[in-house]
């Protein structure tokens, strides 16, 4: 949802910056996935903490594309290697709440981390085989950008339970919301 009305409105007011970045968007990718594998590890030990990685991690993200787009960048390699690293990230959170939520007894929200989990999981693999059978899919209410703010806000406020139920719903209400936009792409008389 974010992506599809903001997509690339930083790259304009950001390119002069990052251009300076002597780096690949490559090792971008690659030091903003290493930041969310620590926040994953710190998560269960200090959740605030946890969600500031996960911000900061999130930053880099987002500057790898900007990076690669405003610099000329952009290869099929390094979009490939983004969506595998970020669903490993995604995998490392939503895995590192539920251990966070059952060392404290709350085996239903680390049901619910891992629920979401595998919504979030399927969002990504319904994108990726919408465009390997020809079609784009870029539908949905609840895509990592929203994930990631959702996330960050629920650890730092502490307020994950309420938050996970939302992600919960809203990541499989997307996965409905792509079956059905490829359905109907795709049966167009």
């Given at each position: 949802m974010l992506s599809a009305k903001f997509g690339h409105f930083l790259d304009t007011p950001l390119g002069p910056i990052v251009k300076r970045i002597p780096?690949?968007?490559?090792?971008?990718?690659?030091?903003?996935?290493?930041?969310?594998?620590?926040?994953?590890?710190?998560?269960?030990?200090?959740?605030?903490?946890?969600?500031?990685?996960?911000?900061?991690?999130?930053?880099?993200?987002?500057?790898?594309?900007?990076?690669?787009?405003?610099?000329?960048?952009?290869?099929?390699?390094?979009?490939?290697?983004?969506?595998?690293?970020?669903?490993?990230?995604?995998?490392?959170?939503?895995?590192?709440?539920?251990?966070?939520?059952?060392?404290?007894?709350?085996?239903?929200?680390a049901f619910i981390s891992l629920g979401t989990l595998i919504g979030a999981f399927l969002i990504s693999y319904a994108r990726?085989?919408?465009?390997?059978?020809?079609?784009?899919?870029?539908?949905g209410i609840m895509e990592r950008p929203e994930r990631i703010i959702l996330l960050v806000f629920a650890a730092i406020t502490g307020w994950i339970i309420p938050v996970l139920w939302i992600m919960l719903v809203l990541t499989h209400v997307t996965v409905v919301q792509r079956i059905y936009h490829v359905w109907r792409v795709m049966n167009r008389p």
């Open positions: 780096f690949s968007p490559n090792t971008i990718t690659i030091t903003g996935f290493l930041v969310t594998t620590v926040a994953a590890l710190v998560i269960p030990h200090n959740i605030r903490l946890g969600g500031i990685l996960i911000l900061i991690g999130g930053i880099f993200d987002m500057l790898d594309g900007i990076i690669a787009r405003t610099g000329g960048k952009t290869t099929k390699f390094g979009a490939f290697l983004d969506s595998v690293l970020d669903r490993y990230s995604d995998a490392f959170l939503f895995l590192s709440i539920a251990w966070y939520l059952a060392e404290r007894g709350d085996h239903t929200g990726a085989r919408s465009e390997g059978l020809g079609e784009s899919c870029h539908t």
